[in-house]
Nanobody, 122 residues
Framework: QVELVESGGGLVQAGDSLRLSCAAS????????VGWFRQAPGKEREFVAA????????SYADSVKGRFTISRDNAKNTVYLQMNSLKPTDTAVYYC???????????????WGQGTQVTVSS
C-alpha cells in the first residue's frame, strides 16, 4: 500500500507559477513511477506528466510541455510538479498517482491521492 498526499494548490493569476508536491508513505516509494493527472469540472481526467522511479524518465502532455516540470526526491519520498506560465485552462483538481510502471494512462495506476485544487484566473 502506498499513501499519497498532494499539496501546493491554490488560486493564482494567469502567468503565475505554482509547485505541487506529492508526499508518499507506505511501501518503498523509490520503486514506483509517479504520474500527475488533472480533472476539470465536466471533463475527463487527463494525463499531465509522469516520472520513472529513478527520475531519469519523464513524459509530458503536449499542453504542458515547456511550462511544467516533474521531478522527485526519493530521500524525501516526494514528487514535485513545477507549473510555470499558468493559464486559465490549467484550472483543475490535480491528482498524483503511483505504480511500478510509468504510464500516461490513468487506469494503470494503483494508488491515488485525494487531489489539490488549482485555479488560474485570467
Amino acid at each position: 500500500q502506498v499513501e499519497l498526499v498532494e499539496s501546493g494548490g491554490g488560486l493564482v493569476q494567469a502567468g503565475d507559477s505554482l509547485r505541487l508536491s506529492c508526499a508518499a508513505s507506505g511501501r518503498i516509494f523509490s520503486n514506483y513511477a509517479v504520474g500527475w493527472f488533472r480533472q476539470a469540472p465536466g471533463k475527463e481526467r487527463e494525463f499531465v506528466a509522469a516520472i520513472s522511479w529513478s527520475g531519469r524518465g519523464t513524459s509530458y502532455a503536449d499542453s504542458v510541455k515547456g511550462r511544467f516540470t516533474i521531478s522527485r526526491d526519493n530521500a524525501k519520498n516526494t514528487v514535485y510538479l513545477q507549473m510555470n506560465s499558468l493559464k486559465p485552462t490549467d484550472t483543475a483538481v490535480y491528482y498524483c498517482a503511483a505504480d511500478p510502471q510509468l504510464s500516461r494512462v490513468a487506469g494503470v495506476y494503483d494508488y491515488w491521492g485525494q487531489g489539490t485544487q488549482v485555479t488560474v484566473s485570467s
